[in-house]
């Protein structure tokens, strides 16, 4: 095989590490740990990067392509600290990162007709590792739900607006947590959550729910806290409520922090 220099090996004199260098955007398919079905295939944009010492000229770039491809097919979040130790080791770096953003289909069955379909949820891991200590992993779902407006519905004589919101959670994790359990704890702390398929029986019912149980975005975000705050398998949790108001040309918004 020719011999090639190794031109990212070559010294710097300039005196400047840098503390993230690698690969952003890489669109790939993946297959992650599902709660009702055991394995998920999807497609997520990766971004890997590692430290890069002050006196290296640059890092080998494919390397980080190597690394994913050898663990395409077991990308789950207990499985992280390997994938970042191999970068770790292959690239010889002290420090490592990935993050994962893509789409997880939950399958929901409809409230009354029971009639199946596929939610789709945003999500988003991030990871990053060194060789003394633990890895850290972050992981973030982003829930669409129903909230219905309870000043709304107390000073109108009939009927109350509501809107469609998105909360996200983001979980710093000191042990496994299903994406499963985080978007279960945004649905049920809402006026009613929301499905891809429903029947007139299904509206009926989806409408007198949230009617029933109307929520500020303030309601939800503290209905949220409430659930997780005292999950022993998160360290730390942030929770963001966005609705995207129904009579108004702005959106109500909460945030809380633990």
């Known amino acids: 095989?020719?011999?090639?220099?190794?031109?990212?090996?070559?010294?710097?004199?300039?005196?400047?590490?840098?503390?993230?260098?690698?690969?952003?955007?890489?669109?790939?398919?993946?297959?992650?740990?599902?709660?009702?079905?055991?394995?998920?295939?999807?497609?997520?944009?990766?971004?890997?990067?590692?430290?890069?010492?002050?006196?290296?000229?640059?890092?080998?770039?494919?390397?980080?392509?190597?690394?994913?491809?050898?663990?395409?097919?077991?990308?789950?979040?207990r499985k992280l600290g390997k994938i970042l130790e191999e970068l770790r080791n292959r690239l010889n770096a002290r420090k490592s990162y990935i993050e994962l953003k893509f789409p997880y289909f939950v399958e929901k069955i409809a409230p009354v007709s029971r009639i199946k379909s596929l939610m789709s949820y945003d999500c988003r891991v991030e990871a990053s590792g060194d060789y003394k200590t633990k890895e850290i992993v972050t992981l973030t779902v982003s829930v669409p739900i129903t909230s219905l407006c309870p000043c709304s519905k107390e000073i109108s004589e009939y009927g109350a607006h509501n809107q469609r919101g998105i909360v996200t959670i983001t979980a710093k994790l000191k042990e496994f947590v299903w994406i499963e359990e985080l978007?279960?704890?945004a649905e049920e702390s809402a006026s009613c959550d929301i499905y891809a398929l429903l029947k007139r029986p299904d509206e009926k019912f989806v409408t007198e729910k949230a009617y029933n149980n109307p929520m500020f975005v303030e309601d939800i975000a503290r209905n949220v806290t409430l659930k997780l705050q005292d999950d022993y398998r998160i360290e730390h949790f942030s929770v963001e409520v966005e609705n995207f108001e129904s009579i108004h040309n702005h959106n109500a918004y909460a945030f809380i922090s633990r």
């Open 1 to 77: 095989m020719l011999e090639l220099e190794d031109v990212q090996s070559r010294k710097d004199d300039r005196d400047i590490p840098i503390d993230r260098v690698g690969v952003k955007g890489l669109r790939y398919p993946i297959v992650l740990l599902d709660k009702q079905r055991n394995k998920q295939h999807t497609i997520a944009e990766v971004n890997m990067y590692v430290m890069l010492p002050s006196d290296f000229k640059g890092t080998h770039m494919s390397r980080f392509v190597e690394v994913l491809n050898e663990n395409r097919d077991s990308i789950d979040i």
């Open 183 to 185: 978007i279960h704890v």
